[in-house]
């Protein structure tokens, strides 16, 4: 299938998948920590008490933890097997992790959903926010101690540091340790009461069978069933049934590690795709919520999320999530211990059931009524706010509204093309009728055509939407080859600016979304975390 040949083919070259390799042996991992540490790492740190010198003095993400370590092997030459290097990671990150709290507002990067511009306080971001992400940061707790030392380390493996990335506009290192150090120990304090909250609180095991949600690019949203069992400490074996909107069946197999409680980090095959699950679970671990991206392509991705099948029926999710007023229309409505009456919400009919078990009930309805988010219920099980009744997409959002896609190949020696995977989000124009203000009413992800132009008068006059790739019916942007193009004048590689376009709606009632897209060089640095 031309869809699927398209995801595969972008495989970039991702660092490290975090989640675990399949079938690697599972040891006590906690109680072997102290002993961990002291075989990988005395040999350069010191001890302190049941730890090391500098570990004491920091707490971070797994995906922190995999990106120090990745540090003391590439720039220190440590050497540290995958096998201690894994268990590693889980140790420090159970025992030196981040409260769910602590990482709330920072999880895209944990998540590798990156295109997005971020929104750093003013002090950090020039010093800081040029090189990395602020999320970098923000996912890291320390003494202030630690902190200046992460600002010497700095200057000692970057020297240039103040030469570039537009450095020269002031004293880098001085502010650094004079300035950044002690409010960073203050905004992202070692000691917080999250953290002595979350490591005191009970621990649930997220095994069982979890009813999952989510959207693939290229593939389209899907539901199913995963069943997680225990093979290990905080460790599990995962088979996934399920389906696509369309009906076509999806089938899974992957193995996934918790970190610090919460953190579930999946490794699953899907049909043949290679994909990996980032989600946190809530606090009574019933329900996990994150992204699923390819494993190779770690920006190709979409939403996941996770209910945990209980003792209650449950809604999890309409498909579509979106009905028009005066419309009739084929609602699936996707959950568990689905048994009694379908209730759609105030205003909506339900005309017909189509068809129905325990796990999804598809339904014919109409909506009247008004523009809301309504409240699905079968029998006893209920899901708030999950179908948008509306009367007219007021406005369409271009997701991501900013993005970086990578020329790439040609062919598989060279450099992988990094793609973009679009999606439209429908607003309605809410109570004031008017589209852009405060009170406007998501509907949700809508089907759309897709086209892209150039950015600007500079990008039309070079011609850039002719040579920068092209999207297809499914929203998937692939860049074109990296190289020279004799095609350009001066024959210019195939970059540019381009806006991507959205079209939602047919015949005389169309509504246009844009995205600012830029198609850059291929990027030389790959990073555990950018
Ligand atoms: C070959 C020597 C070497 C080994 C082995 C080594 N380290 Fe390091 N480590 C260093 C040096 C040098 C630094 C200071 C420069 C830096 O931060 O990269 C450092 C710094 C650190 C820091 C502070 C980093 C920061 O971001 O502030 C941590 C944490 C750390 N090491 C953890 C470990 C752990 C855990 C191990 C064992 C798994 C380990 N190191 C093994 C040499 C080593
Ligand atoms: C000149 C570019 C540059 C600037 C400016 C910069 N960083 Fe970094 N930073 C890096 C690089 C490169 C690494 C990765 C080092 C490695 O692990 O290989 C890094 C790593 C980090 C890490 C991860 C360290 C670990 O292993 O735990 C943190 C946290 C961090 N930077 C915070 C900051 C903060 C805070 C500032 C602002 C005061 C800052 N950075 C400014 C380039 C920069």
């Given at each position: 299938m031309e869809k699927e040949k398209n995801i595969t083919s972008m495989v970039a070259a991702g660092l490290l998948a975090l989640a675990a390799t399949i079938g690697a042996p599972e040891r006590a991992a906690a109680a072997d920590g102290p002993a961990l540490l002291a075989a990988n790492c005395l040999s350069c740190h010191s001890a302190q008490g049941d730890g090391i010198s500098r570990v004491e003095g920091q707490r971070k993400s797994p995906e922190g933890w995999q990106m120090t370590i990745t540090r003391m092997q590439e720039q220190h030459g440590a050497k540290i097997s995958a096998e201690d290097k894994r268990r590693l990671i889980k140790y420090l990150a159970d025992t030196r992790g981040l409260a769910p709290a602590e990482?709330?507002?920072?999880?895209y990067l944990l998540e590798h959903d990156n295109n997005r511009v971020e929104t750093i306080?003013?002090?950090?971001?020039?010093?800081?926010a040029r090189c990395h992400s602020g999320a970098r940061f923000a996912l890291q707790r320390r003494s202030e101690d630690e902190w200046r030392l992460l600002m010497h380390a700095h200057i000692g493996l970057n020297p240039t540091l103040e030469f570039h990335s537009l450095a020269r506009d002031?004293?880098?290192?001085?502010?650094?340790?004079?300035?950044?150090?002690?409010?960073?120990?203050?905004?992202?304090?070692?000691?917080?009461?999250?953290?002595?909250t979350w490591q005191a609180a009970p621990r649930v095991a997220l095994g069982g069978s979890w009813r999952i949600a989510g959207f693939l690019p290229g593939?389209?949203?899907f539901e199913g069933?995963?069943?997680?069992?225990?093979a290990g400490a905080d460790r599990f074996e995962l088979a996934i049934e399920g389906r696509y909107a369309d009906g076509a069946a999806l089938s899974g197999r992957g193995v996934a590690t918790v970190y610090t409680g919460y953190e579930w980090r999946g490794s699953v095959d899907i049909d043949g795709i290679a994909l990996r699950q980032v989600m946190a679970a809530d606090a009574r671990g019933e329900r996990m919520q994150g992204r699923q991206h390819l494993a190779d392509s770690r920006r190709m991705g979409g939403e996941l999320s996770a209910l945990r099948e209980g003792a209650a029926p449950l809604v999890m999710a309409v498909m579509p999530a979106q009905l028009r007023r005066g419309e009739t229309a084929e609602l699936t409505v996707v959950g568990s211990g689905l048994s009694g009456a379908v209730s759609l919400g105030k205003g909506v009919r339900v005309l017909e059931v189509v068809s129905r078990s325990a796990d999804r009930v598809v339904v014919r309805a109409r909506a009247e009524g008004r523009d809301g988010l309504n409240d699905v219920a079968v029998g006893t099980a209920r899901g708030k706010g999950l179908?948008?009744?509306?009367?007219?997409?007021?406005?369409?959002?271009?997701?991501?509204a900013n993005a970086i896609a990578r020329v790439g190949g040609p062919g598989d020696a060279q450099m992988e093309k990094v793609g973009v995977a679009y999606r439209a989000v429908g607003w309605a124009a809410g109570?004031?009728?008017?589209?852009?203000?405060?009170?406007?009413?998501r509907l949700g992800y809508l089907p759309a055509r897709w086209s892209i132009e150039a950015a600007d008068e500079e990008a039309e006059k070079a011609h850039d939407a002719d040579f920068v790739g092209h999207i297809g019916a499914d929203g998937v942007f692939v860049p074109g080859d990296a190289g020279p193009n004799p095609a350009r004048p001066k024959s210019l590689g195939n970059t540019g600016r381009v806006n991507v376009v959205a079209t939602v709606g047919g015949a005389g009632a169309t509504v246009e979304g844009r995205g600012k897209l830029d198609v850059a060089v291929p990027d030389f640095v790959h990073r555990a975390l950018d």
């Open positions: 990482t709330a507002g920072w999880r306080d003013e002090r950090y971001r020039d010093l800081c002031r004293q880098w290192f001085q502010l650094a340790v004079n300035e950044v150090a002690p409010a960073l120990a203050k905004d992202f304090a070692l000691d917080a009461r999250a953290w002595k593939k389209g949203a069933r995963m069943r997680a069992t225990a179908l948008a009744v509306y009367d007219r997409v007021a406005r369409v959002e271009v997701e991501p109570r004031d009728g008017k589209a852009g203000t405060a009170d406007d009413l």
